[in-house]
């Protein structure tokens, strides 16, 4: 059964840097979205980054356009969020989520579209 793991959580000040990765395991799809999301206490889950194996262009919500950037190592089917200039609304736990692809599904940055899902990794960004 595929198993995504996130790590690279924790703490840091505004300002900071944190690098996200997702380790995925038993992993057969020929082409897949990668996508990550988090959600805040009292929020509804959002999908912050995500991005196609066959189509490449990465999908960015605009609250973190230009802060994060995502990216994904498909040899070792890993992929990772890169997040700068964190702000304290950026608090929350951030998971990781894939999904397979076809000509007929070509899913959407929303939690919806995402079949599998790691555990989350909690991000707090505070002074």
């Known amino acids: 059964q595929l198993q995504l793991v996130e790590a690279g959580g924790g703490l840091v000040q505004p300002g900071g840097s944190l690098r996200l990765s997702c380790a995925i395991s038993r992993f057969t799809f020929d082409d897949y979205a990668i996508g990550w999301f988090r959600q805040a206490p009292g929020k509804q889950r959002e999908g912050i980054s995500c991005i196609s194996r066959r189509d490449g262009n990465p999908y960015y919500a605009d609250s973190v356009k230009g802060r994060f950037t995502i990216s994904v190592d498909y040899a070792k089917n890993t992929g990772t969020l890169q997040m700068s200039n964190l702000k304290p609304e950026d608090t929350a736990v951030y998971y990781c989520?894939?999904?397979?692809?076809?000509?007929?599904?070509?899913?959407?940055?929303?939690?919806?579209?995402?079949?599998?899902w790691g555990r989350g990794t909690q991000v707090t960004v505070s002074s």
């Open positions: 989520a894939v999904v397979r692809r076809s000509p007929t599904f070509l899913p959407r940055c929303i939690s919806d579209d995402h079949s599998h």
